[in-house]
């Protein structure tokens, strides 16, 4: 079947006892037992529940795996990852990570005994030098938030592959419709499904997508044993975003296009980072391995005063932390989504105070265009 008719049928299908289109919530938190050590395949809705079941199923589809496990929130799937590794193992990150795994990993799993390296995954050869012999995982994301650079899956393949490391890759930016990186060697996928996944901006969730059976036995078992696993309520949401996901990402993709272009030639925009024009530095390698460029963009108005302006004068644009939802969203992420990366840190990879992240939505390009040119004029 195609991606589309997977994302409307897989996991989703009619509730055979009342032949209702749309599966019910199961909204419970224990299930009868038929007798003793004797269910229906649930036993309390920590461990597992029906809604949870057929998220995980149609997201795993939609990565081309076996298996996929849903959690609270982005973090906590990320999290989930991280546990895999062992008190002495090392794991090389993208250095633009997203703000909340760098906080993660250097204030919380670096105090039981993990090692983190930082370091433009972009390059190969900056790979290669920071591995260690203790490295295990290779964690890349691509687009990396919000620098946008883009990192050769294939390569990232490659490494992993003669290293024996574990490559996860976070694929949130661009959801599985638009970048599939198990087809590049990845073997652990992870999503915040608050983005693009559910779509709508109401509810938070993260998942972990698993193609090795070793793996996904200790994400259940931590899922369960955590008590992280998501809640029916935000399962039924997520798996309704998903089938419209298609459709949803060619007008986002579309649109940040449109966006990408009306920046780039703007006199008050110093640069646009964007994978989609020809000066982004890895255009072909984005071309190459993915459907489309997406529509999270950033751009850099030179000075803080000159974000401070743009944003506080948007109308249509919402000043909100998060991305991916049917709206516009548009931040500033020194203060807001890395405001916990130390500012030196920021200023050497590119998150500078005049840098501005806008995650286009779906909305009619003409009135976008116009509330982002209004809003310029204010600078």
Known sequence: MGFSTDAIHVGQEPDPATGSIVAPIYQTSTYLQDALGQNKGYDYARTNHPNRKALERCLAKLEGAPSAYVFTTGMAAIDAVFRLLRPGDHCVLSESVYGGVFRLTTQLLVQFGLEFSYVDTSSVEKIEAALRPNTKMLYVETP???????????????IAKDRHLTLTVDNTFLS??????????????????????NGHSDCTGGVAVLTRAEDAEKIYFIQRSAGAGLAPMDCFLVSRGVKTLAVRMERHDANGMAIAKFLHGHPKVDRVVYPGLPSHPQHDIA??????????ISFDLGTLDAARKLLNHVKLCSLAESLGGVETLISHPATMTHASIPADIRQRIGIT???????????????????LEQALDKI
């Not at 990186?181 to 608050?194: D, K, L, N, Q, Y």
């Not at 501005?356 to 009619?364: F, K, P, T």
């Open 176 to 197: 599985p419709y638009l970048q599939q990186p198990i087809t590049f060697g990845a073997h652990i996928v992870v999503h915040s499904m608050t983005k693009y996944l």
């Open 287 to 296: 071309k190459r391995q993915q459907r489309g460029f997406g529509a999270m």
């Open 144 to 158: 990396t938030n919000p620098t946008m650079i883009v990192s050769d899956l294939a390569a990232c393949g490659r």
């Open 353 to 371: 105070d005049g840098l501005v992240r806008i995650s286009v939505g779906i909305e009619d390009i003409e009135d976008l265009i116009a509330d």
